[in-house]
Structures are given as C-alpha cells and as structure tokens.
C-alpha cells in the first residue's frame, strides 16, 4: 500500500535563537494557532541548533501539518548576525 503524503496545513517562518527556543510568547503566538506542541517544537529546534553559538539568531523554515506534526528546515544565520 502506497504511503499518503501528509496534508501541509501552514508554512510559517520564524527567527529563533540557536540553543535558546523556550514555549513563550514569540513562538506561541506563531504555533498556538495551529495546534502544535510548542515544547516539542523547542526540543527538536535546541537539539539541531546545539553545534551553533548560542543566541545566534537562527532563520526557520517549519511546515506544519494537518495532523499537528511538523517539519524544521534551518537556514544559514544571517551574516549580520555576526558583526
């Protein structure tokens, strides 16, 4: 049995420091509204961005699904980031 793609419910970009992604406000008034568990999202992203220097703030692309899942595509920090 073939396997279904799953159904994109929003794409939402996001700037997020590396290692320091908390449930609070800046990220909850972005995920809330889908119905996403905004501690897993911290998790996942603090996980994938823990080689990074701290606090750099971190471009994300994050497709999030109809089934509450979701997906994280992280971009290369802004050079601005760095002066």
Request: with cysteine; aromatic share 10%.
């Given at each position: 049995?073939?396997?279904?793609?799953?159904?994109?419910?929003?794409?939402?970009?996001?700037?997020?420091?590396?290692?320091?992604?908390?449930p609070?406000?800046?990220i909850?008034?972005?995920?809330g509204?889908?119905?996403?568990n905004?501690?897993?999202?911290?998790?996942?992203?603090?996980?994938?961005?823990?080689?990074?220097?701290?606090?750099?703030?971190?471009?994300?692309?994050?497709?999030?699904?109809?089934?509450?899942?979701?997906?994280?595509?992280?971009k290369?920090?802004?050079?601005a980031?760095?002066?």
């Amino acid at each position: 049995m073939a396997q279904r793609a799953k159904k994109l419910k929003r794409l939402v970009k996001l700037l997020v420091p590396a290692g320091a992604a908390k449930p609070g406000p800046a990220i909850g008034q972005s995920l809330g509204p889908l119905g996403l568990n905004m501690a897993e999202f911290c998790k996942t992203f603090n996980a994938k961005t823990s080689s990074y220097e701290q606090n750099v703030p971190i471009p994300v692309v994050l497709f999030a699904y109809e089934d509450r899942s979701f997906e994280l595509w992280l971009k290369s920090p802004r050079f601005a980031s760095f002066s």
